[in-house]
């Protein structure tokens, strides 16, 4: 009993300790708390949460998906995965989180849902017209290439045919 | 129908010399017309000349069959109608084209297709028209100067090329050193317009035909009230508070207000979500995720406490590593040395509204490119900072070179530092890896990547002959500002940081160098990392 105690005082000690020594600017310590998590979900959680303060966006990406793999409706996980995608513009990757983040249906957390649904589909109208704007350029170029060419032939063929005719 | 008036060979000449000018007036002004939405990197330059060359191309060949017509001088006036009106409206069509080309909003790492071809469809749908139709000018004025003054085909080829070619001479001159930085694009394509119309309206004197040409002054006349140049589109919390032209670029100070801290941002024919210098009413540390912050690790990890800190600071800009090194700078350290910027505008508006001055002991030095800069400087340097970009990924091929990093290592002081700022998209990106190989290779030292947090940034830190601190250890997060030690314990952490040692493969050299290659797909890689399906 007193170890099961144990157990559960250090699974939530280590999240609170990786928390505490990131807010107070020690990233490294964070991290070594963090990686000694007793489970994986809480490695997962942990890692997130100092790698997302520390500013390194992908690498917090990165560590969510084994704690995923663990708890799939994790809140704090999905919910931080959502903004990470939004943030380092992963379209798939974002629709994929937002969307079990909102299946979860946590009714307090609704408008943070709403917002990024908000953003998602800004940056998928961003991605739809950027890749519309390259198909637009591509066959402006290829009409504009082909209407010199055909110029340049008509012009260089009436110019040749003409010349023949000039002979005495 | 009324014969044609004959038209003196003076005017045809002068008619020449006009079309010839206005060509390379296009040609030269082309770039920064496109440049908020494209940059000005050597690919945009290759579209447009090849555009602008095409279009000619093409014009002098329909010019040479409409020489064939009996009322030559009819032509050549429409020809010129037609070429100043689609003159006249390009400042107006500049920003509908490209923003058509380049949506709003966009990345740069969302930007990679549009990149590769947008510039080349903005130019042909900007450029080609006027080309073409000046283009045809040339054959249809020896035509015209043949049938004038009876002379052979080949001299008045000849006399008509000749002229045309002072014009463009007189005209690349003009644009670099007066037109653009003087009058601006607005007024400078307004003014082609206007020269083309006057000549227009003296050949259509002698043509005795009206149509196109009345059509032409209509459009002409419209373009003069309307067709102005509209600039790239800011967000709404922006605001601008001086813009300029200078003879290298577009240049404008922007602010706006970040979580409570207001900021300043100098912006050179910026596009996507770019600055060049960044500001904020303390001299410090910015906030968090911006690079320059980066700057002021050297300093920190040398622990001098009294004395002065020599630094060389290659694409100075605004003044903003000068100004966070001011803050964060012992108080018994002073900062000394010279800031290298090109643009002398950059720094006309930074002094006003970005507090860039001069000191005792530090100096600022304008229209040199830092590279020929170089040459004159002996140092020796504590540290030298290399910030000299554009469009934030737009590296001078003469600044990241083998030969440029080994000219860095001569001026640095025994333990001297050398930092750089790198656009890049992670510790793998390919610029980045060019980059810091290049400078391990240059600067005969192992060299070390930090990823820049909360940023798209990547910085570079090199201390030829000396011992670098090894990230996470306590020498590396030994700093005493808070700041600073938050951002040394934030790129400690594993996958934050990387060695590259001095390589035995390629590096960049100035005879070989392929950064704007690997700037293009840097952007595709990134691009392919973020459509990923998880």
Redesign the interface.
Known sequence: MILELCLVWTQADALQRAIGESRAGRFSEAWEIAQSAPTALERAQASTYVRYHAGDLAGALRCVEPGLDAAPADEYLLSTAAELALALRHASGAASYVARWKELGNSGRQADVARCEQELQQLLQAEQSAEAAARRAYWIGVAGVGLALCCLVLAAGTSGSRSLAVEP | MKPDRPLRAGWILALAFTSGAVSLILELSAVRLLAPWFGATSGVWTHVIG?IL??L??GY??G??MA?AEHAVRWLARVLWIACASVAWLPALARPVAG????D???L??????L???S???A??LF?PPSFFLGCVAPLASECVQRASGCSAGESGGRVLGVSTLGSLLGSFATTYWLVPELGLTRTYLGCAIALALLAGIATLHAQRRGVELGSLLILLAALALSRRAEHSLGADWRVLEQRESPYQSVRVVERTEEGTRLRFLQVNEAFDSFQSAWQAEPGLLP??YYYNTFALPAAWDGRSAGAWNLLVLGLGAGSVWRVLDGTLPSGVRLEGEGLEIDPVVVALARRWMDLEERPGRKIITGLDGRAALAGLAGPYDQVVIDAYANQMEIPAQLCSREFFSSLRERLAPGGWVSSNIGAF?LEDPVAEALAGTAAAGLQSRVLLL?????RNVALVARPGAILPEP?TSEF?AVQL?GL??LA??V?????WRWIDPPAGSVLTDDRNAIERLQQRSIELARA??????
């Open positions: 555009v095409l279009a191309s093409c060949l329909c040479a069959r064939r058509w080309l380049v949506p909003g966009l990345a790492d969302q930007a990679a297709g549009v590769r071809w947008g080349f469809a903005a042909l749908l080609a968090e995720g992670g990823a820049v947090p909360f940023s996470g997060r808070p030690a938050r314990s934030q400690s952490l594993p996958g934050t990392r973020t459509e990923q399906t998880r």
